[in-house]
Every structure is written in C-alpha cells, then in structure tokens.
C-alpha cells in the first residue's frame, strides 16, 4: 500500500480502518503567531490579496489537536510512536492535548537544530521540538541513540513549511518505524516520510489539503524510482 491523498486530514484519517498504522508524523498547521520585525503577522496573502489563497496557509485552532489525538487513537495500533513537529507555543499545546487523551502515553521531548536551513514563514531558531508519544505501553523503545537530530544539508525542498528527508530518515529509523510496519503522514505537505517510506519499501499513507502538495509529493517519489509509470503511485485527488 502506497497512498498519497488529497483532502482533509481529518475526514481521510476517519475513513482509515482500526489499527493499520505503526507510526505517525503529525506537521499539524497550526496557528502560530511569529511576528516580522516591525511586530507585525504577516504572510505571503497577507500582503498580495490578490493572489487565490493557498490551502497551505489554511491554519488549525489548537482546540483541532485534541480531536485529532483521537482519532489517530484508532488508526494507530497499540504501542504504535506519534513524532509531532511543533515549535514551542505549540509544543505545549500538544503536551497539554497528550496530558489530556489517556490513550496516549508522553515520551521524552526530541528536538531537532537546522543549522543550515531557513524555515520559511517560521523564521530561524536554534531548535525545534519534537513532542513523541506511544499509544499506550510499546516494546518498540528507542535505544542507544540522542534525542537532538541536526539537519546539516540544506532541505531538499521547496515546499515553505518543508522538512529535509535526511532528518525524517534519522527520526524514522527503526524501531519507531519497523521494516514490515507502515507510516502515516496527515498534512504531509512535500511528504518527506513518502521519500523515506519508499526508499525502504515500507507502507505509506499520506494526505495533505493543497493539491500543489501532493502533485509535488507524487513527482517527488516518481524521481526517486526514475519512472513516469502513472500506475507507479496510487494518488487519490
């Protein structure tokens, strides 16, 4: 199974039968506040309103999160990781969510730096956390390996709001994701756990609102075989 999606995270995951995924990597949109120099929110629509706004920028309320947690609840099996990618407003928001949903159990914070990157509309930072959670008790921990990641090469991607596939192999290393297990990716925008999935021959579902996303997505993965089968890919617009 190899699926990338376009729609709502929320109504695709629904569908999703019980206990199919392993893991999950959560880019939530989130309504983040990040102020430009002057203190002042703006982005791209912001100041070109004529410009068709894209679905990209259709942010989340927090209050989302917790639906969410629930629902992947049920797609997730027991003892399956949750790797959230957040900054720190949203980091507690999500321990709060975490702290909240008994179904999930908090595990120590990750974090990753980007020493050479710009992270587009989230301005530069030394560090980005990385909330993790198992649902419920896991055989699968973690061992012998740090919990900061440095992503030292420059993203592979254009996408603003992107992650390079380099860190999402370090963060996806087994056993958070096992080689017979299968990942999920809701708003997975340039879908770096598409590439890494697909490189290890390992089950993916993906699903993301803007269509330029997944268009991407789907190209992104046809140049890693090197073919233009369409039948190469599922893609479901």
């Not at 999920?184 to 699903?207: K, M, T």
Request: aromatic share 10%; net charge negative.
């Amino acid at each position: 199974m190899f699926e990338i999606h376009t729609g709502d995270a929320f109504d695709e995951l629904s569908s999703m039968p019980s206990n199919t995924a392993t893991t999950a990597v959560v880019d939530y949109p989130w309504d983040f506040d990040f102020k430009n120099g002057r203190g002042v929110f703006n982005y791209e629509r912001d100041t070109q309103p004529d410009v068709t706004p894209n679905p990209m920028f259709e942010m989340l309320g927090d209050e989302e999160f917790e639906r969410l947690l629930t629902i992947l609840s049920d797609v997730v099996e027991d003892g399956g990781w949750l790797l959230c990618m957040a900054d720190d407003r949203f980091e507690a928001v999500i321990r709060e969510a975490l702290e909240d949903n008994s179904d999930w159990i908090r595990r120590r914070n990750w974090a990753w730096t980007p020493e050479q990157i710009g992270m587009g509309y989230y301005g530069r930072v030394n560090h980005y956390p990385i909330p993790v959670a198992t649902l419920g008790e896991t055989e699968r921990y973690v061992k012998d390996r740090g919990t900061l990641f440095r992503a030292g090469e420059a993203r592979d991607t254009d996408y603003p709001t992107g992650k390079p596939t380099s860190l999402y192999e370090e963060l996806l290393a087994d056993p958070v994701l096992p080689e017979d297990g299968m990942l999920i990716e809701p708003f997975c925008g340039s879908a770096p756990g598409a590439v890494v999935a697909d490189r290890r021959d390992i089950d993916y579902w993906g699903c993301d609102v803007d269509p330029e996303a997944t268009s991407a997505a789907e190209e992104r993965i046809r140049e890693e075989n090197d073919t233009t089968d369409q039948n190469a890919l599922r893609v479901d617009w």
